[in-house]
């Protein structure tokens, strides 16, 4: 499981950075990530097919997030430090494009707040996610390929999830406008990253931070079943947000701190 979206990931850089892509590792992540597209494309065109009102925005949502989601991810491949993609990435890239897909439903989907049986399936799916958003930690560590690579694409897909998920609350009314602020938080972390160097540090290894990231996804699951209604869904969303104030709090005074010189 990856941090809550905000901070570098804490997986172990093995090796020197490389500063060219060996030609296996580059052709293992170009057959993983382009079957995983094609199947996002297959699963998209199925679920257009049982529900035509969903129009081809329905599948080009995912199909195109996804794309993006896998350029960068080969753009990166220059810092994995393995030569091959591996297990735990697989089922990381298999999460996007689960990501992509909700995505295309909460946005796409103009009367979803109505239907309650998409509601629970989208919670099924969401919490389908977060097992295996342990599963790719627990594979990486038995197969000895935790890396800086994997952690951080960990974390982007974690951020993107608690984003839509976010939206989603806000689109069915559960909370007010504000709710997206849960999702916005890392993006704004980042940000601010770019024009306070010292918030680019690297953080200590930390439960809480894992424990806030799982949190939130739950709250916000929570948040898309159909009997959890205002002020119920309201109360759970602003815990959600102080909750991950605080961690991000927490964490900024950290990096921050005045530094310690010694002789």
């Not at 060996?22 to 992540?29: E, N, S, V």
């Not at 097992?131 to 982007?156: I, K, N, P, V």
């Amino acid at each position: 499981m990856a941090s809550e979206p905000g901070r570098l990931g804490e997986g172990r850089q093995h090796g020197a950075e490389r500063l060219s892509v060996a030609p296996a590792l580059l052709r293992d992540a170009l057959i993983i990530l382009s079957g995983l597209l094609a199947g996002t494309s297959v699963v998209a065109v199925a679920l257009s097919a049982l529900r035509p009102e969903l129009g081809w925005d329905f599948i080009a949502w995912p199909v195109l997030c996804a794309a993006v989601i896998f350029a960068l991810v080969l753009g990166g491949l220059s810092g994995h430090p393995f030569d091959r993609f591996g297990h735990a990435n697989l089922v990381t890239a298999f999460r996007a494009s689960l990501v992509s897909l909700l995505g295309a439903c909460i946005f796409c989907f103009d009367d979803l707040a109505a239907d309650r049986t998409a509601l629970l399936a989208l919670v099924g799916v969401v919490l389908f996610a977060l097992t295996l958003d342990g599963f790719d930690g627990y594979l990486a560590r038995r197969q000895g390929q935790e890396s800086d690579f994997g952690a951080r694409f960990d974390m982007e897909v974690d951020a993107l999830l608690i984003l839509i998920l976010s939206a989603a609350a806000a689109l069915l009314e559960k909370a007010g406008l504000w709710v997206v602020m849960i999702g916005l938080m890392r993006y704004a972390f980042v940000l601010a990253a770019r024009y306070e160097p010292r918030l680019n540090g690297r953080l200590p290894p930390s439960f809480r931070r894992k424990l806030v990231c799982v949190l939130q996804i739950v709250a916000l699951c929570l948040l898309l079943v159909p009997f959890v209604v205002p002020p119920v869904s309201t109360i759970v969303a602003l815990s959600a947000l102080l909750l991950l104030s605080y961690s991000f709090a927490v964490d900024i005074h950290y990096l921050l701190r005045p530094q310690v010189l010694t002789p």
